[in-house]
C-alpha cells in the first residue's frame, strides 16, 4: 500500500495575518482511501432497548436516520459494535426477562436482537456482535449466535466479537485456549459453522501480541476478517486533549498493530477520548471534536480499517451511579438530542471512500492548525478539512492554496459554536440534529483569491472546517 499523505505540520511560507495557511502540494493516483465503511459506533449491551427498540416492530426509527445521516451515501455505510464491559456481563436468555438490566450486567433476549437487526437492516449498517467470553459458555455463546444468523434477514452481520478486553482476566494461553473452545462450538453446528469471528478487542495500551497471534490462527482460512483493539486518549483537560502528542501516541498504537496483523487487517473496536465514560468539560464540549477528526483522519491515513466511537447512557442506571460524558449523542424516550461528538462524525463522513493528497501547512505565532486534504477519484473535487487545536482565544483568518486548476467556486462547512472551545452546543453552518436524528445541513458558497487558487476564510476557536472545491 502507498504511504500516507504527510502529516499537516511542514513549513511553508506564512501569509501576515493568517493563523494558518495550507497548500495542497499533491493528489497521487496511489495516495491512501479512507474505507468506505470506516466509520463506527461501539454501542453497550445496555443501550439496545432504550436507543434501538425491544423487538422488531418497535425499533427506533430516529435512530435509523441517525446513522442514516452518518452515510456520505448508500456505499458508505458504517459498522455497529455491540459490546464494551456489557458484552462480557450480559446473559443470552431468549425468551429471558430485561427488567433487572443493569449498566454493565443483565440479560438479552430475542427482542433485542431482533432491534438490533432490523435498525441495521433499515439502515444499511454492517454489525459485530459481541458474544459472552469470560462466563465460559460456549453453549450460550453459540445459541445467541445461531439466533442472530436465523434472524439476520439483511446480512447485515459483519462478524462475532468473541470477548470483551480479555487480557484483563486470562493470560494469552488461556484466551486463546478459551476462543478455540467457542469456535468448537460454533462450528459443531451448520448453521454458525465458519461464519466470520474476530477479536481480542485488547484494552488500550495492551500487548499486540494478543492480535498477532489471534490473527496468526484464523486469518489463514478467511473466517477473520480484521483483528479488534481499543484505545482511549485520556487526557484530563481539554488543553492536554488537543495537544499533537495525543494524535502521536494513537497512530503509533497503529503502527504496532501493523506490525502484529498488517494494515487495514485491524478495527479500532472501541475508543473515545477518556475512559470510563469521560470527563465533563473535556469529552462534551466543541474542543474535543477538534480532537476527534484530526484522530479519525490521522487513522485512516495510517492504515486502520476502522474507527467505532464508543456509547453508553447512565441516565437510564441511575442505581449504577455512573455518567457518560464522551457519548456523541443519546436517545430520550425515542428522541435524538446531539453532543458535540455528533457533528464531528457528520462532518468527517466526507472522507469516506477518498484518497487522501500531500498537505504542507505552516502555523503562525505557534498556533496549532491541522489542515488534512482529500479527493474524489470520480470527480477530482478537492475536500480540505482544516482543524484549529489552538484552545480558546485563538482564532483567526487561514487560507488554503488547492492545485493549478481548481479555482472553482466552492462550499465552506464549518463546524462551530460562539461559546468557543468550552461550549457543550455545537452546529455545522447553523444547523443542528432535529429530535427525529434527519440531519442535514448546506455549506457557504466561496470563491478563490482572484488571481490565485487560495481559498481565504475565518476559523473560531477550537472549530472545524470542510472546504470544498471543484
Not at 458508505?76 to 426477562?97: A, E, F, K, M, P
Request: aromatic letters at 8%; proline letters at 5%.
Amino acid at each position: 500500500m502507498a504511504s500516507a499523505a504527510p502529516l499537516p505540520q511542514q513549513a511553508a511560507s506564512v501569509i501576515p495575518g493568517h493563523i494558518a495557511d495550507s497548500t495542497v502540494v499533491s493528489c497521487p493516483q496511489t495516495g491512501v482511501t479512507v474505507p468506505a465503511d470506516y466509520l463506527g459506533l461501539s454501542i453497550e449491551w445496555s443501550m439496545i432497548q432504550h436507543w434501538f427498540g425491544t423487538s422488531r416492530t418497535s425499533i427506533n426509527s430516529s435512530l435509523v436516520n441517525l446513522l442514516n445521516s452518518l452515510e456520505r451515501s448508500p456505499s458508505t455505510r458504517g459498522v455497529l459494535r455491540i459490546g464494551g464491559n456489557s458484552q462480557d456481563g450480559y446473559q443470552w436468555d431468549q425468551h429471558g426477562s430485561t427488567t433487572g438490566n443493569t449498566l454493565f450486567s443483565g440479560t438479552i433476549n430475542a427482542g433485542l436482537v431482533d432491534a438490533i437487526l432490523e435498525v441495521a437492516r433499515q439502515s444499511g449498517w454492517k454489525v459485530i456482535l459481541g458474544l459472552n467470553l469470560r462466563n465460559n459458555h460456549p453453549g450460550m455463546a453459540q445459541s445467541l449466535a445461531k439466533y442472530v444468523v436465523g434472524q439476520d434477514t439483511g446480512g447485515n452481520l459483519l462478524a462475532f466479537e468473541i470477548g470483551n478486553e480479555p487480557n484483563s482476566y486470562l493470560s494469552l494461553t488461556a484466551y486463546l485456549a478459551r476462543y478455540q473452545a467457542y469456535v468448537a462450538q460454533l462450528d459443531g453446528d451448520p448453521v454458525t459453522a465458519n461464519k466470520p469471528i474476530t477479536g481480542p478487542a485488547i484494552s488500550e495500551n495492551a500487548d499486540v501480541t494478543w492480535a498477532h497471534d489471534l490473527w496468526a490462527r484464523y486469518q489463514a482460512t478467511g473466517r477473520m476478517p480484521f483483528t479488534t483493539w481499543h484505545d482511549y486518549a485520556n487526557s484530563s483537560s481539554l488543553a492536554l486533549l488537543l495537544q499533537t502528542s495525543k494524535i502521536t501516541e494513537f497512530t503509533t498504537r497503529i503502527e504496532a498493530m501493523n506490525g502484529a496483523v498488517g494494515s487495514r487487517n485491524h478495527r479500532m473496536g472501541e475508543g473515545n477520548d477518556t475512559g470510563k465514560g469521560g470527563l465533563d468539560k473535556v469529552s462534551n464540549v466543541v474542543g474535543k471534536t477538534a480532537w476527534l477528526i484530526d484522530t479519525l483522519l490521522a487513522g485512516a491515513a495510517r492504515g486502520l480499517r476502522g474507527c467505532n466511537n464508543h456509547a453508553w447512557d447512565g441516565h437510564y442506571y441511575p442505581g449504577d451511579n455512573r455518567t457518560c460524558w464522551y457519548t456523541p449523542f443519546v436517545i430520550r424516550d425515542g428522541q435524538t438530542s446531539p453532543r458535540p461528538g455528533f457533528y464531528a462524525l457528520a462532518l468527517f463522513k466526507h472522507a469516506l471512500g477518498r484518497r487522501f493528497c500531500g498537505v504542507s501547512t505552516a502555523n503562525a505565532s505557534g498556533q496549532l492548525v491541522r489542515t488534512w486534504c482529500l479527493t474524489d477519484p470520480s470527480t477530482n473535487r478537492i475536500y480540505a478539512y482544516v482543524i484549529n487545536k489552538g484552545g480558546p482565544g485563538k482564532s483567526g483568518k487561514v487560507g488554503v492554496s488547492a492545485p493549478a486548476g481548481h479555482t472553482g467556486t466552492g462550499f465552506l462547512n464549518v463546524m462551530t459554536d460562539a461559546g468557543g472551545c468550552p461550549a457543550k452546543t455545537a452546529s455545522i453552518q447553523g444547523s443542528t440534529l432535529p429530535a427525529n436524528g434527519s440531519y442535514t445541513w448546506t455549506g457557504t458558497l466561496i470563491n478563490a483569491v482572484p488571481g490565485t487558487t487560495r481559498y481565504e476564510f475565518t476559523l473560531g476557536e477550537c472549530s472545524t472546517a470542510l472546504l470544498s472545491i471543484p
